[in-house]
């Protein structure tokens, strides 16, 4: 059977529909501001066989990937699922997320017959561990990062299985807020399974059920159509992180991409990719497969949301035990900050040097990188424990056109939004001393990159405290001239000695502070795209009056020569003849200011000896 046009369109949209009530849905019940506030949830529909049909509009593309095996899990665990059941799960080296990521998965029936599932998942701030929060920045096995968790039934015939939540309760140091949020999830899976339920008793099984395959059908031909537009051949690209912490002979740890299209086809190899690290870094294959699925449709963003019909199209290579392939017990509660990320901006970097001479506006520069900071306690008014899960919104890369934005969220989580400082000092014994731009962060180019922010804050109460991210040396990368913009930063200004400041790192673990001491929490820049010295003057004086950049990065980068004090009768302005004489110069080389060096679109980067950037080589 094959739906007209119309009832296609207008059935496919109601499924989206469904899953962006259950995601409001948990939004409004959860009790962590991680998922209440921050919306670090997702909620998704299945086939009965497992294949992603729908998602909500906002969910979070690392949750989005994981539903399909994490699905495969529970069907190889169970042998009949009956209505009413419920199953928890959060394994990630089957279900490709960390610990912190829990789904409650829900088979839905229709006239006695499994139909179809549910998959919810929220980030919880804490699952146990060794610290607050489980992010553990030097753990060395998966045993320190929380509580794992096969597919277990928590309720069965809509009742709840006490054992199972009192042993989850047991493990994790916020436990009664956490059966707040289990039930939350449950109530989304509950409000998605009526609205399908209505749809097979208006529409009928053999309308919805030929739905699913029209929606694969679908995604997977207009992806091919746009692939076959592209000159045939391999682009390659690659990223690092900063370092694994717990290696010290490994001060870098790299990930390659090879793209080949062929005629309509697209495969991605990783095979190039270093090794697992000791730490905790890399992700397990389904994560690979999820972030590559995500860099994808950031550059054909017609094809979104994802469904299976996308993962037909597209092959993905790997070694098991390497660093986007990581394998029981390697620790992967960082992913996200480490590899999701890097393998997400090579992906898209390898599509930019396919499109350049087709549609160069589906190039993007790297952006912000996501830098997890946890803190617990107990609450000095409250005399009860807390955990908090914190991050950064900061800059987005250069397009091919256009700047970078500010103050934005990772790319690879955009749904997601910033916690409200005012919801946060409600909440926890913290006193935000700043929320602005930080000068100076953005990468340069034709289009710089957006500024990262400052979100500093002091404590109110004794606290541990553990950062855990990545891109503080190895900044996001620019292309095609532009350069690298700014780094992740945290220091710490104790109480006891505040004029001095102490590098905490990117790899902070279980920092105790006191009150009065405060946090300087500050997030990359995206980097920029060509030539600095191609941007219009006009651009560059308008930059440094909103504070995006000082006048001293104006004339040494970008050769711009800035007059006036910015005063009531002295505005700042253009000095023409001096910026006519530095930009007919000899170009300022890329190095020397910021922390990034110029990425020339297309080329292999090799790991830098210095420990600044990333340097360029021959193709």
């Not at 029936?109 to 998942?121: E, I, M, P, R, Y």
């Not at 709840?160 to 059966?179: A, F, H, K, P, S």
Request: aromatic share 8%; charged share 25%.
């Amino acid at each position: 059977m094959q739906l007209d046009p119309i009832t296609f369109e207008v059935l496919r949209n109601a499924l989206g529909s469904m899953c962006d009530e259950g995601s409001e849905m948990i939004a409004r019940l959860a009790y962590a501001p991680t998922i209440s506030e921050g919306h670090d949830h997702s909620c998704a529909l299945l086939t009965a066989e497992g294949r992603l049909v729908a998602h909500g509009d906002r969910d979070q593309a690392p949750h989005i990937g994981s539903f399909e095996p994490s699905v495969r899990v529970v069907k190889e665990w169970v042998d009949a699922f009956e209505p009413g059941d419920i199953y928890i799960f959060n394994d990630p080296y089957t279900g490709g997320i960390h610990c912190n990521d829990v789904k409650l998965i829900r088979p839905i029936h229709h006239d006695g017959c499994l139909v179809a599932f549910n998959s919810s998942t929220g980030h919880w701030p804490d699952v146990g561990g060794a610290l607050p929060g489980s992010f553990n920045p030097r753990a060395v096995d998966c045993y320190s990062e929380g509580l794992r968790m096969p597919p277990m039934r928590l309720f069965h015939d809509g009742e709840l299985d006490r054992t199972v939540m009192t042993l989850i309760e047991y493990n994790m140091r916020t436990g009664r807020e956490r059966i707040a949020d289990i039930h939350a999830q449950r109530q989304a899976g509950s409000l998605i399974e009526d609205r399908l339920l209505e749809l097979y008793a208006r529409h009928g099984a053999e309308t919805v059920e030929a739905l699913f395959e029209d929606i694969f059908d679908y995604t997977e031909e207009r992806f091919r159509a746009q692939v076959s537009r592209l000159p045939d051949g391999q682009y390659e690209f690659e990223d690092f992180s900063d370092k694994d912490i717990m290696h010290p002979d490994t001060p870098r740890i790299r990930v390659h991409c090879r793209l080949t299209i062929e005629g309509d086809r697209a495969s991605f190899d990783f095979r190039e990719s270093d090794a697992a690290p000791v730490g905790p870094f890399g992700f397990p294959r389904a994560s690979l497969e999820t972030a590559v699925f995500d860099g994808t449709l950031h550059c054909f963003p017609q094809l979104a949301p994802l469904n299976h019909g996308l993962s037909r199209a597209v092959d993905v290579l790997s070694v098991p035990g390497s660093c986007v392939h990581i394998e029981e017990p390697t620790p992967a509660s960082g992913y996200a900050s480490g590899a999701y990320e890097k393998v997400a901006a090579v992906t898209m970097a390898c599509w930019a040097a396919a499109f350049q001479d087709v549609n160069p506006k589906r190039m993007y520069a790297a952006g912000i990188n996501l830098a997890n900071l946890c803190i617990g306690g107990v609450h000095p008014k409250t005399g009860k424990h807390y955990v908090n899960y914190l991050w950064n919104e900061g800059g987005q890369g250069a397009r091919s056109y256009k700047d970078g934005n500010p103050f934005q969220m990772m790319i690879f989580i955009g749904g997601a939004t910033n916690q409200p400082v005012e919801i946060l000092e409600r909440w926890y014994p913290l006193l935000y001393t700043n929320c602005e731009g930080v000068a100076d962060s953005c990468g340069d180019g034709t289009w710089r990159g957006g500024v990262g922010i400052d979100r500093s804050f002091k404590t109110l109460g004794a606290m541990t405290m553990t950062m855990h991210g990545d891109r503080a040396e190895v900044t996001p990368f620019g292309l095609a001239g532009g350069t690298n913009g700014g780094p992740n930063t945290l220091r710490l200004r104790r109480a006891a000695s505040p004029e001095r400041e102490e590098e905490l790192g990117m790899h902070a673990m279980g920092i105790r502070l006191s009150p009065g001491d405060q946090l300087i929490y500050r997030s990359n820049g995206g980097g920029g795209f060509g030539d600095p010295c191609a941007r219009p003057p006009e651009a560059v004086l308008a930059d440094v009056e909103q504070g995006w950049i000082t006048r001293e990065k104006a004339a040494q980068v970008y050769g711009v020569a800035i007059a006036g004090s910015n005063g009531a009768g002295d505005p700042l302005r253009i000095d023409e003849t001096a910026t006519a004489e530095r930009r007919t110069a000899a170009r300022p080389a890329a190095e020397g200011y910021g922390p990034g060096e110029v990425h020339p679109l297309g080329r292999k980067l090799k790991a830098p000896a210095n420990g600044t950037g990333a340097e360029q080589s021959a193709p």
